[in-house]
């Protein structure tokens, strides 16, 4: 089966009340972990590439690296540009055998991200991919750029439906509480996402893909191993993965989590590290952490996104 875009999943997940993973991938143990619990699970899966992770790894590798997995697994894998930024990117991207893209152009005026978005979307629908867009701004951090929780905003859900049918896009980001990175809240505060939002953006858009960014739930057990094993992540806090299922079982088809994988794939490192300082083959710690992220991947799909047996 070769690469597949998004459609047929989301019609599914929508309909079956579970949301498809999209998970960053930026090297082969991390795109392994992921796909072999995808496959002992048979989940249909998003692999997403940021534009920082097509700096550190290359398009070609990245690419060839999916194509691996589509073979080795035989799932129905959608690879995603996560937050192009760019026209250009995105073009690049669907030129170079991505199957959806997502046009991030959330932090602009809400004409100029109508403007961009649907430039996006006439470009990949002409080359049958998929697009992904963004209305309303997450806290946190993306591709080194901070966003501050108060310049953060709430989706209006007044303006989904004209965006929506002036733009042609496919599914749609919403800003309901969720935040990028590992230090999501300050300490002590109780998340809760604006499931009053989501309701409403719903009810405009019937049927209609929802996508939530910045999804990671900080497991305690993570952050506990770093800072036991040398690391220093007070105050990583994050989403609580009821709230998410929650969210799953309602219009959203796609969440996003990525920071989770690094702390599974980092403690474990941190660890074998302290526990095994005369090793030095990166095969002796990779093999650990691709096993940690296949675990925390396998977590998701089955308590969180509901999707395992959905492939
Ligand atoms: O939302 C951002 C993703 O976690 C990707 O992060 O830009 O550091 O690759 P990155
Ligand atoms: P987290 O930082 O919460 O994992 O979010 C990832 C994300 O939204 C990628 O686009
Ligand atoms: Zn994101």
Not at 4 to 13: D, H, I, P, S
Not at 138 to 143: H, T, V
Not at 181 to 198: E, M, N, S, V
Not at 215 to 244: R, T
Request: charged share 25%; aromatic share 6%; with cysteine.
């Amino acid at each position: 089966m070769p690469l597949v875009t998004t459609k047929e999943m989301f019609q599914k997940a929508y309909n079956g009340g579970y949301a498809v993973g999209a998970f960053n991938v930026n090297n082969m143990e991390i795109v392994q972990g992921i796909t072999e619990a995808a496959a002992e699970l048979n989940a249909p899966l998003i692999l997403q590439v940021s534009k920082g992770a097509r700096a550190y790894a290359n398009h070609t590798y990245l690419m060839k690296l999916v194509e691996a997995a589509v073979i080795e697994t035989g799932l129905p894998i959608a690879l995603h540009l996560d937050h192009g930024d760019s026209f250009d990117i995105c073009k690049s991207c669907i030129d170079g055998g991505f199957t959806s893209v997502m046009i991030d152009a959330s932090s602009k005026s809400l004409e100029e991200n109508i403007a961009l978005t649907k430039q996006v979307v006439e470009y990949a629908h002409d080359h049958g991919v998929v697009v992904e867009a963004e209305l309303g701004t997450l806290a946190g951090i993306e591709d080194e750029v901070s966003v501050n929780a108060e310049d953060s905003s709430y989706t209006r859900p007044e303006d989904v439906q004209e965006f929506v049918e002036r733009t042609g896009c496919d599914s749609l980001a919403i800003a309901i509480g969720t935040s990028h990175g590992a230090y999501k809240f300050k300490p002590g505060t109780k998340p809760q996402l604006r499931f009053d939002i989501l309701e409403d953006v719903a009810r405009r858009l019937p049927g209609f893909p929802i996508v939530l960014h910045g999804s990671s739930s900080v497991p305690q057990e993570f952050v506990k191993i770093i800072n036991e094993n040398g690391g220093n992540m007070p105050g990583a806090i994050g989403i609580p993965e009821d709230q998410l299922r929650k969210a799953a079982s309602m219009a959203v088809c796609k969440i996003n989590i990525d920071s989770d994988l690094r702390l599974a794939m980092t403690a474990t490192i941190r660890k074998y590290f302290n526990e095994h300082p005369e090793h030095f083959d990166p095969r002796q710690y990779l093999k650990p952490a691709r096993a940690a992220i296949k675990d925390m991947v396998a977590h998701k799909l089955v308590d969180v996104l509901g999707c395992d047996g959905k492939a």
